[in-house]
């Protein structure tokens, strides 16, 4: 275990339905990120939250929304997906203020997603 | 924009052989940051090692080394004694001083050790 917590690992969906995804790290972190990984493509990612507050997303469809109440948890809620969109979700953390600059990212195990 | 590429999808070795893997990035930054990430089998994605450009010297963590050629803008990761435990996918990975928290993954490579 790394210290970054997703749930549920696995998530069968359909098209119409409302999920969510969840992530938590009590690593002291404070930026929090979601990543998608398909087969054979590079990670790509989704979402950044430095501070509970979102700095970048990266053109993602709004059928994808996320939350960061806190440093600690990040969620993304799903809803009316596409059967494209069944992927791992993988939910990272790291401490933006790392002095060395590197800001290493501690990934969680994943929710595999898969969308009928 | 700031790309890597992996060009080996899937390599396989024999335990206690060596391995490389290989990795070229494009960057129009002087300083910036490269990491090898490993992620086996239905398991999390663990950092294996990380290099910063301005440094000359290699990084070496235990059997994990790389070959960092900032002219050529390569960094290959190198297994000695290679364990079946070293059996996952590969990633590597970039990070600029400059920009964001944004890390620029390969495609990964996916890397089985035979008994």
């Known amino acids: 275990e790394t210290g970054v917590t997703q749930t549920p690992r696995h998530l069968v969906m359909g098209m119409t339905n409302k999920k969510s995804l969840k992530c938590e790290q009590h690593l002291g972190h404070n930026a929090m990120y979601w990543y998608k990984q398909s087969a054979k493509k590079p990670l790509e990612l989704m979402f950044v939250?430095?501070?509970?507050?979102?700095?970048e997303n990266n053109s993602v469809p709004s059928r994808f929304s996320p939350e960061c109440p806190n440093s600690s948890h990040l969620f993304l809620h799903l809803h009316t997906l596409q059967p494209e969109d069944s992927a791992l979700y993988l939910c990272?953390?790291?401490?933006?203020?790392?002095?060395?600059?590197?800001?290493?990212?501690?990934f969680g195990a994943g929710s595999r997603l898969t969308v009928l | 924009a700031q790309t890597v590429t992996q060009s080996q999808p899937e390599m396989s070795v024999q335990e206690a052989e060596t391995v490389t893997l290989s990795c070229t990035y494009d960057t129009s930054e002087s300083n910036y940051y490269l990491f090898w990430y490993k992620q086996p089998p239905s398991r999390q994605m663990i950092l294996v090692i990380r290099q910063e450009a301005y440094k000359q010297q290699n990084a070496t963590e235990n059997r994990f080394s790389v070959n960092f050629q900032k002219a050529a803008k390569s960094f290959s990761l190198k297994i000695s004694d290679s364990q079946l435990g070293d059996t996952a996918m590969y990633f590597c990975?970039?990070?600029?001083?400059?920009?964001?928290?944004?890390?620029?993954f390969g495609q990964g490579t996916r890397l089985t050790i035979n008994p």
């Open positions: 990975a970039f990070k600029g001083i400059q920009g964001a928290q944004k890390l620029v």
């Open positions: 939250y430095n501070f509970k507050e979102q700095t």
């Open positions: 990272a953390s790291s401490l933006q203020t790392d002095r060395s600059g590197a800001n290493v990212l501690t």
